[in-house]
């Protein structure tokens, strides 16, 4: 399939050529100096674009940057759990389901240092007076939610998950996807040590039987 950016005018191409450059001059700018110390001329510089020229992309200036790379993060997140759930055709849900937990947590090690300025500057924008920021993070987390819930029914449908509700099944599944990331974030602050693949391999194994099967060694009955 030919992609939709081949098909815009040349202006505009470059146009979204430019963008991504500034934004990707951005996410190393804040991974190095930290999203409060960061300058729009030191992203400028890094992007060998002019100061203006940011301004014309961004209008808003660093904050307004931030959102669009945070744009980026939960577009790629929406994308990796399609992908993950688009080839299962021959492989078990629990498979499918290691899978894509491995990939989340890759996903986020090939990230680290920017997702750590990133968990700093969200819970900031969440928890701030301004409502349309919080709103921002939610639909956002929503949308996240509402793509993992649909390959979470298609297994109920088929039998393979019993029948409850897809939106708190989905935040079940990040939570704990979240919580091992923050772990990671206080065990190894300057990044993941050792060999990732392997943990990385082992924790997503771990964490998908305990989401599909839980903890009892058995059904326990309940009693009166």
């Not at 793509?147 to 990040?174: C, H, W, Y």
Request: aromatic share 10%; hydrophobic share 40%; glycine share 6%.
């Amino acid at each position: 399939m030919e992609n939709i950016e081949n098909r815009l005018p040349r202006r505009e191409r470059e146009r979204l050529l430019r963008r991504e450059e500034i934004l990707d001059a951005a996410k190393a700018v804040f991974a190095e100096r930290g999203y409060s110390k960061a300058t729009i001329e030191e992203i400028a510089h890094r992007a060998e674009f002019g100061k203006g020229t940011l301004y014309n992309y961004f209008p808003d200036g660093k904050e307004q940057i931030l959102l669009a790379i945070f744009d980026q993060l939960y577009e790629g997140l929406r994308d990796l759990i399609i992908d993950s759930f688009g080839s299962s055709d021959t492989l078990s849900f629990h498979r499918v389901m290691e899978n894509f937990i491995e990939r989340s947590f890759e996903f986020f090690s090939e990230r680290f240092n920017l997702f750590l300025i990133l968990i700093k500057e969200a819970q900031r924008l969440i928890f701030s007076d301004d409502r349309e920021r919080s709103s921002y993070f939610a639909l956002q987390q929503g949308r996240v939610m509402e793509t993992l819930a649909v390959p979470l029914q298609d297994a109920m449908d088929r039998g393979e998950l019993r029948k409850m509700s897809t939106n708190l099944l989905a935040n079940l599944i990040f939570t704990n996807i979240k919580g091992v990331q923050m772990t990671q974030c206080l065990l190894h602050p300057n990044g993941p040590r050792g060999s990732p693949s392997h943990d990385t391999r082992e924790m997503a194994a771990f964490l998908t039987e305990f989401i599909l099967y839980g903890v009892a060694a058995s059904k326990v009955q309940e009693t009166a």
